[in-house]
């Protein structure tokens, strides 16, 4: 099960083959990879009335002038748009992750399926606190996959983000917890050195080699290395409530390190022992390891290494050790994860801190990143592979995190500010990760295909470069409409809802209301108007003093903007849109509750408007962004936007179909007409006709 880069490259060039006459489709025929699979899909297909069947690749952020801006570049792109309909999805504000793909799943708007960005403040809690929205008891509004079951059909969900806990009474999930797999990391990753400096790495303590038994005679020894693996950096964010990152304590767990010639060939041998006997793995510099049984804290678990650093002499040495995923626990039906993981690897989905992250911080370059997304894009073909051969099933959803980590890491190096060497590389870049997306969306695409089956392609919201923060936190607490109160032990900051009367939170500003908050203390009727036309005046009057002009395109209440597709009890009182380039002071609740001092202090600053290094030094975000999607639906800055995307390809579509837009309400109900099912029971979307042969 190692590493096959280059195997997944080949299969992008395999030639197409059309399947079906008078059908003209994406997906190609059966290729000479399955030689016992009997043409025309299913190996037990043959016994089977044809029905048909839609499969959602899930792209979390790709836009569509990505989509087409790399569509000359890479062929299965061209294939897809050529054969397919195409068109830019609008989603609904919150422009985020848990919001969109909730939308896609309930074909519902925000204000009727209630998921609101990634933290849902709701009726009866005190001003400021919130629920995590990663959870799929939440939503108010019907799953495509209930509807399905309802009907009939078998759905298969595949790390899609809201599926946990699962609900489906029969069908197949895998993961959904949250954005990735980390729910169920045993382990998270380590980036073991001798000599780097880089934030969060493991010291390998390099020496004379000694006490080592059963070393073969064919090893000229080096030296030897020690890395004490304890406490670890963790990020969840996830159902189980959690949005936090930071790092945790861990036992206490040895590795050792035998460095040594081998044929004039400098390599490693990775033991949790001075035992050369019992390697976990021997390798040579750039070599991935494969997965390879570890055990942590007594846990077996399954991860990957790969040497980064070997000199000839064996004194720099770096070790990048994946996520170590969990043998069981992440799918159902229990019993699943051993095939699984025989037949396409350990469930990871963000091998990394991910490796947009581990890029960030330094542990590796872009080659790398690139490979361990070849590494999950694999995991995701074979999985669909592996299900579609032994599962009967109609509806399968799947969801590929990290082309948005990827875009919130480069996307902003494509802005012509940069300059012209930062944007080629970054375009180089992009380009290569999303060529690796669509040739996994080809493969699924041609795995899945057996005449009778649709490939939608879609995303939950685009992205926009990033370079300045609204201190809207700050403003909130100069106009006297916030207040923080400092906890004494912790040092840190939290929202007071005894004496704030409005806050600001994911897109806009909640109002502290008697009756619907806890503890309110703004009345209802004049008293609570009075105070949302302050506020919106307010904002609305926030500009850059380097270019005098607002940062704020639409600030208004809640019920002017019910086109939008928000309103009802969970959306905000006042809603505030950034524009390009600029990000609200806000996200969830870590920007208000228990912040530490740093964070304090940028929001005394009495700069509105704070260069995003400056934030980000003060810890508004982990690492150094160059993107983020927030404000309207609809932000552009020509190269990129917010706009999610839309692709649909199979028997009956109009080829090279094209809109100028269709709405992300709008996949649940073509998927369900696509089934021959009604849609899910509160769809407010509409079928694509368009996209469909009359
Ligand atoms: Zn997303």
């Known amino acids: 099960m190692g590493f096959r880069h280059s ?37 037990d297909a043959g016994v089977r009335k044809p029905k048909p069947r839609v499969v959602i690749i899930g792209l979390d952020g790709m836009m569509p002038e990505q989509v087409e801006r790399y569509r000359n570049r890479i062929p299965e792109v061209d294939r897809l748009l050529t054969r397919g309909f195409f ?16 939308t896609i799943a309930t074909g519902a708007w925000v204000g009727t399926h209630g998921i609101t960005s990634f ?76 000599f780097r400096r880089v934030p969060r790495g493991k010291p390998l303590i390099l020496g004379v080699a000694k006490d080592w038994k059963n070393v073969p005679p064919s090893y000229k020894v080096l030296r030897e290395g020690m890395v004490v693996l304890s406490e670890q950096v963790r990020i969840e964010w996830g159902a189980s409530g959690l949005v936090g990152s930071g790092i945790i304590p861990a036992t206490a767990e040895r590795r050792y390190v035998l460095i040594f010639k081998d044929g004039g060939v400098t390599k490693l041998l990775l033991s949790a022992s001075r035992d050369a006997g019992k390697p976990i793995a021997v390798l040579a510099k750039g070599d991935w390891s494969g997965w390879v049984k570890e055990n942590f804290s007594g846990k077996e678990c399954l991860r990957q290494y790969k040497v980064l650093d070997l000199n000839p002499e064996g004194t720099e040495v770096t070790i990048y050790g994946t996520i170590a995923a969990a043998l069981s626990g992440w799918a159902y039906p229990p019993g699943l994860e051993q095939r699984i993981i025989e037949n396409a690897g350990a469930y990871v989905e963000a091998l990394e801190l991910s490796p947009d992250q581990a890029l960030s911080v330094g542990w ?41 980590g990827i875009n919130h890491q480069e996307l902003g190096k494509l802005d012509p500010s940069m300059g012209p060497e930062i944007n080629s590389r970054a375009d180089a870049f992009l ?26 392609v879609v995303s939950d ?42 806050a600001f939170e ?17 009345e209802p009727g004049p008293e609570y108007e009075e105070l949302r036309t302050k506020i919106i005046n307010r904002l609305q009057k926030v500009t850059d003093s380097e ?23 969970r959306t905000e009182d006042v809603f505030a849109f950034g524009k390009p380039y600029y990000m609200a002071w806000s996200g969830p609740k870590s920007m208000t509750i228990n912040i530490p001092e740093e964070l304090m202090n940028t929001y005394r600053d009495s700069r509105e408007v704070i260069p995003l290094a400056t934030a980000t030094a003060a810890g508004y975000y982990d690492r150094t962004l160059t993107a983020d999607h927030w404000g309207l639906p609809t932000g552009t800055v020509g190269y990129a936007s917010n706009r999610a995307t839309f692709i649909l390809s199979g028997p009956g579509v109009v080829p090279g179909g094209r809109a100028a837009r269709v709405n992300l309400v709008d996949v649940a109900p073509t998927a369900s007409h696509l089934l021959g099912i009604r849609p899910p029971e509160q769809c407010e979307g509409r079928i694509v006709w368009q996209a469909l042969e009359k």
């Open 547 to 569: 270019t005098g002009k607002p940062v704020f395109s639409i600030v208004a209440k809640r019920e002017d903007l019910e086109e939008l597709g928000i309103w009802g009890d």
């Open 119 to 194: 933290d849902a403040h709701l009726r009866g809690m005190l001003l400021g606190d919130s629920t995590p929205t990663f959870n799929s008891r939440l939503a108010q509004a019907e799953y495509l996959w209930h509807a399905a079951e309802r009907q009939g059909k078998r759905s298969i969900l595949i790390n899609y983000p809201i599926a946990f806990p699962k609900l489906l009474k029969n069908g197949v999930v895998i993961g959904g917890d949250g954005l990735t797999s980390r729910a169920w990391a045993v382990r998270h990753p380590d980036l073991i050195t001798s």
């Open 506 to 522: 994911n897109s806009g500003v909640w109002i502290n209301l008697k009756g619907r908050e806890l503890n309110g203390l703004v």
């Open 87 to 102: 068109s830019p999805a609008i989603e609904s504000p919150y422009t985020d992750t848990p919001t969109n793909w909730t």
């Open 431 to 456: 380009g290569d990760t999303i060529s690796i997306l669509f040739q996994m969306a080809a493969r699924i695409a041609r795995e899945c295909d057996d005449g009778h089956s649709y490939v939608m």
């Open 461 to 502: 919201h685009g992205n926009l470069p990033l370079t300045k923060i609204i201190n809207v936190q700050g403003i909130m607490m100069r106009e006297g409409w916030t207040s923080y109160a400092k906890n004494e032990k912790t040092g840190r900051w939290s929202l007071d809802p005894v004496h704030s009367v409005a």
């Open 7 to 43: 195997r997944f490259r080949l299969l992008g060039l395999l030639p197409i083959l059309l399947l079906c006459a008078g059908f003209v489709q994406f997906a190609a025929a059966q290729t000479t990879e399955h030689p016992d699979s009997p043409p025309g899909g299913r190996a």
């Open 364 to 404: 590796f370059g872009t080659d790398v990143a690139k490979e361990l997304m070849s590494i999950q894009a694999e995991w995701f073909a074979k999985t669909v592979a592996y299900l579609n051969r032994t599962e009967d099933w109609d509806l399968m959803m799947m969801h590929f995190h990290e082309p948005d």
